[in-house]
């Protein structure tokens, strides 16, 4: 109908969290809601499904300096390298740079703010949220949910 193409093309953010979230599946990885309660804890489920916050310096991930990559929780896509991880201070996992296409943007209007939401590109989880602040070389700061990340330590890097 045209009054709803015209709506969803109108608005950045409609056609970014409206009609695309409700266009035919186009993730890698889907579950229904009753497979992903299954798989993910109900901590894991808020955050990577329901677009929760986990509560700052709560993750034990803040702490983790080993060589390796973070994945995602709920489908273990890797989305960023130990290489990339630095300390913000903010209390969250913090990253400068994202894998090449292991995640996808979307702008979050939620509390009256906008903000660019990350999520998983394989399976849609959310991780997260990006912002400009960060150090070089990119100057992005993506504030990551360690619950809902999985760190993998690099092979042979444990000495
Ligand atoms: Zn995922």
């Keep these: 109908m045209t009054s709803r ?5 109108a ?3 409609f056609a970014l969290s409206g009609c695309v979230a409700n266009a035919t599946p186009r ?3 889907t579950h229904t809601v009753a497979e992903w309660h299954e798989r993910l804890t109900p901590a894991q489920y808020r955050i990577l499904r329901d677009a929760g916050t986990e509560a700052p310096w709560s993750s034990p991930l803040l702490a983790e300096h080993q060589p390796g990559r973070f994945a995602c929780a709920g489908c273990d896509t890797t989305a960023f390298d130990s290489s990339t991880k630095f300390e913000s201070g903010t209390g969250w996992p913090s990253f400068y740079r994202a894998l090449p296409g292991a995640v996808e943007e979307r702008l979050d209007t939620s509390f ?12 849609g989880g959310h991780l997260g949220h990006v912002f400009d602040d960060g150090p070089a070389p990119t100057g992005l700061r993506y504030c990551m949910n360690g619950i809902a990340l999985t760190f993998h330590p690099a092979e042979g890097s444990s000495s």
């Excluded at 193409?5 to 093309?9: D, H, I, L, P, S």
């Design 11 to 13: 608005s950045t953010a």
């Design 112 to 123: 009256g703010v906008e903000r660019t939401a990350i999520s998983c590109a394989a399976c």
């Design 27 to 29: 993730y890698a990885v």
């Design 5 to 9: 193409r015209q709506f969803c093309f």
